[in-house]
């Protein structure tokens, strides 16, 4: 099977492991995917769409669930918390100097990507960064 980094792929949940879980890649091979990377919980024989992160040496493949690369990642940051403040009245409390596990556990993502996405959120005049939390800016 020829995969490509950041390429798109359906994954079958297999066992969980001392660093993630082993995942079946499109029904043929084996993989990994880290649990230091999961921002949501997932169960055995679960089905998601993954993407490549890295083919080792080894042959094996590393997957994540997440885009590969700076941009599309940012934006699907920014789509969830748009749509986090939409379905909160325009304000949520959450903030660069929130927990990584209340961002976590609010957003299903890493704080590194929060504090991307809401930097890329006020440039584009979107939101407004209060001391308490991150608002809509009604357009």
């Known amino acids: 099977m020829n995969l490509e980094i950041g390429e798109r792929v359906n994954l079958i949940v ?3 492991s001392p660093l993630g879980f082993t995942v079946l890649i499109n029904q043929e091979l084996e993989g990994l995917l880290y649990k230091n990377e999961l921002y949501q919980k997932i169960e055995e024989g679960q089905r998601l769409v993954g993407y490549v992160k890295k083919i080792r ?5 590393d997957v994540t669930l997440n885009p ?3 941009k599309s990642a940012v934006v699907k940051s920014e789509i969830k ?3 986090a403040l939409k379905n909160n009245e325009g304000f949520i409390a959450l903030h660069d100097k929130s927990s990584p596990e209340d961002i976590k556990y609010t957003l299903e993502m890493s704080k590194k990507a929060f504090k991307k996405a809401i930097g890329g959120l006020y440039k584009q005049k979107l939101i407004t960064i209060e001391k308490d939390g991150i608002r809509l800016v009604n357009v």
């Open 57 to 61: 040496d080894d042959g094996k493949v």
């Open 81 to 83: 918390i748009l749509q």
């Open 68 to 70: 590969v690369g700076f």
């Open 14 to 16: 297999g066992q969980i």
